[in-house]
């Protein structure tokens, strides 16, 4: 059995980094307040602070990329485990710390450029008009246990740091030495000679006795032992079963389509302009002027001011609710009187007028009936469900109870904890299903368990297969396999050693192949890249075998994943053309300048902002918020 931290380290989570946008993860997704205590924070960057809360909603909106990606979803015990949990951690820290310090210097963006920023949020979005809506804002972040204010006040800091690393960024370039060396040795060419050992070159390997096959399987234990399987009968109860005997009257869709007939038509959008003003003044003037005819760009560039444009928007999009119905109220080019807004005093000049559109009933009628239908299921389950719970209390068995009700009985395929079938493949299960299975005895019953999205189950654990060791008859073909494909691996080792040995002590290369009947291949003008990437000509170990020595040596080793060994000899090394390498030089600069920006500056950035505003960071808070126990320390320690 392949461990945890095996599988995750074969995953992009063990490789990553938390970024910039790591507040955007944060708005998707659902968080179940009830679930831990959240009364402390687990990162403290001077006045910022992330939660337990926030720190959980990071973890779970990574899990579930990693499971929309690679089909893996691994348990909060299996991430402590593997070290991510801290991983993150740490990354959040220097993140929140760099926030923390552009701030304390001075970055403070406009509020201009923090509400566009805040409009091009997809999680604010109406999904019907496509269009930015304060009500879905107020509704993505409720669900994240954020307000709007708060997620204001995030970005603010987030564009603050982003602005302070692009400044620091700023002119930095690599020398030009460093292009040199690095244009050097990627256009370095070698000639050299090898001789390819295949297993196939290896024969008369006998089969392995039993007791060398019993030293393999104790061996691989770890990996051949079964683990325990369980099957169970579980009940579910699911709007989407419901649905199907539901039937949605006429009168119900029409009153439906009623109450919702404005929200479903297309609204009036409108393309204006705004310049805000310093004082009553100045706002009068910016009147008169666009009301003359002049242009909104040139009368803000003659006052040094910046105009805010709005293109084709719905009033929803608009964020300031006096503009908005200021903007909404004029007729096309028109110029309003000064408004009091909330940046402060501003004149408004409508450009252009969409007429919306009202929807009508045909088109829309589906789609109500369908939501129509859900929400009666969604009742109906409850009704279902504490239905079922009543007839258990009182004595009927689960089978019995979920028919009586309308459940759906189904008996599951064997499956282990981590809900793998006995073939290798996931069940794709909710993981709950698997966490109850495991937590119920054989023969026994669950609770009913909410699966969420409306959906309900209870099983039955009908039996449980203990993990056991198989037997080396049970396993002989494989065991067999393996031990002599390692036999093979070995003996070419030693065919691939002595041969190397030979040429290393004066034997030519050529007269090694020839006594061998061997094929001796020789190759000139080899680059570093013809060992990379689906189009390589080479083998990338044989390539790094060559490339790994200096004229006149021998290389060996491993050639590639087919098990073949190579042996072979440098015969010369050539520079590039010091025209072409100068040209390369330069290219190369400022790829190598990034690379060493991200991998050097920013981590330095960061721990220098950890330091100055004092950050702190407390891992057991933030295992506490994933519900993994802590470590027991020893006694004595």
């Given amino acids: 059995m392949i461990t945890s931290f095996r599988r995750l380290s074969k995953t992009w989570f063990a490789g990553i980094i938390v970024g910039l946008l790591i507040i955007g993860l944060a708005v998707v997704g659902m968080f179940d307040p009830m679930r831990f205590d959240f009364s402390s924070y687990v990162i403290k960057a001077g006045d910022r602070e992330v939660s337990q809360q926030q720190y959980r909603q990071i973890i779970d909106n990574l899990n579930e990329r990693n499971a929309q990606m690679t ?58 008009t ?22 204001e006040d995030t970005l603010r800091h987030q564009i603050a740091a982003e602005h302070y690393v692009a400044g620091a960024a700023a002119g930095l370039r690599m020398p030009r030495v460093y292009g040199a060396i690095a244009a050097a040795y990627a256009g370095e060419t070698r000639n050299g000679r090898w001789i390819l050992l295949s297993p196939s070159d290896i024969r008369d390997v006998p089969n392995p006795t039993d007791a060398q096959l019993t030293t393999l399987l104790n061996e691989l234990a770890d990996q051949v032992r079964e683990p325990e399987f369980r099957t169970v009968t579980m009940v579910r109860f699911t709007p989407a079963l419901a649905a199907a005997n539901i039937q949605i009257s006429d009168q119900a869709i029409q009153d439906r389509f009623n109450f919702q007939r404005e929200s479903l038509g297309t609204p009036e959008t409108r393309s204006f302009v705004t310049l805000t003003a310093p004082n009553a003044e100045a706002a009068q003037a910016i009147a008169r002027r666009l009301r003359a005819g002049e ?51 501003v004149v408004i000049k409508v450009t252009a007028i969409a007429a919306g559109r009202e929807a009508t009933l045909a088109e829309h009628r589906q789609e109500i009936e369908n939501a129509l239908r859900l929400e009666q299921a969604r009742v109906r389950v409850t009704e279902m469900v504490e239905q079922f719970v009543a007839l258990r209390e009182g004595g009927t068995g689960l089978r019995e109870a979920a028919t009586q009700v309308g459940g759906v009985v189904a008996t599951l395929p064997p499956f282990t904890e981590e809900g793998m079938l006995p073939n290798g493949q996931p069940m794709g299960a909710p993981e709950v299903l698997y966490q109850t299975a495991f937590d119920t005895a054989e023969g026994s019953d669950s609770d009913v368990v909410d699966a969420g999205q409306d959906e309900y189950f209870a099983i039955h654990v009908d039996e449980v297969r203990e993990s056991r060791m198989p037997t080396i008859n049970e396993l002989r073909p494989q065991l067999v396999q393996f031990w002599r494909g390692r036999e093979i691996g070995r003996r070419l080792q030693e065919r691939g050693n002595a041969l190397a040995e030979r040429v290393r002590g004066g034997e030519d290369i050529a007269a090694v192949a020839r006594a061998e009947g061997l094929t001796l291949t020789t190759r000139t003008g080899v680059g570093r890249g013809d060992g990379e990437g689906e189009a390589a000509s080479l083998p990338a170990d044989l390539v790094g075998g060559l490339f790994g020595q ?8 491993p050639a590639d994943r087919e098990g073949r060994f190579v ?22 600069r400022p790829q190598m300048t990034g690379q060493a920006f991200q991998a050097e500056y920013v981590p330095a950035m960061q721990a220098a902002a950890r330091t100055a505003v004092r950050t702190e960071v407390f891992p057991d808070r933030a295992r506490a918020a994933l519900g993994v126990p802590a470590e027991e320390t020893p006694a004595g320690e």
């Fill in 550 to 557: 200096a004229p006149g040596q021998v290389f060996s080793g």
């Fill in 130 to 151: 496509g269009q930015f809506s304060e009500e879905a804002m107020v509704r993505a972040l409720s669900e994240t246990g954020m307000t709007p204010a708060i997620f």
């Fill in 71 to 128: 089909g893996q979803r691994f348990t909060m015990a299996e991430l402590v485990e593997a070290g991510q949990h801290i991983q993150i951690l740490e990354s959040l820290a220097g993140e929140e710390s760099l926030f923390a310090w552009a701030w304390k210097v001075g970055i403070r963006p406009a509020r201009d450029l923090v509400a566009a920023q805040l409009r091009q949020q997809q999680a604010f979005f109406d999904p019907v």
């Fill in 295 to 345: 242009d909104p760009a040139a009368v803000a560039r003659s006052l040094n001011i910046e105009p805010v444009n709005y293109a084709g928007q719905p009033r929803s999009a608009v964020p300031d609710a006096r503009v908005a119905q200021a903007a909404f109220g004029l007729a096309q080019g028109a110029v309003s009187d000064p408004v009091q807004g909330e940046l402060g005093l």
């Fill in 567 to 588: 042996v072979g000899v440098v015969d010369r090394a050539t520079a590039p053309a010091a025209v072409l390498a100068g040209r390369q030089a330069e290219g190369i």
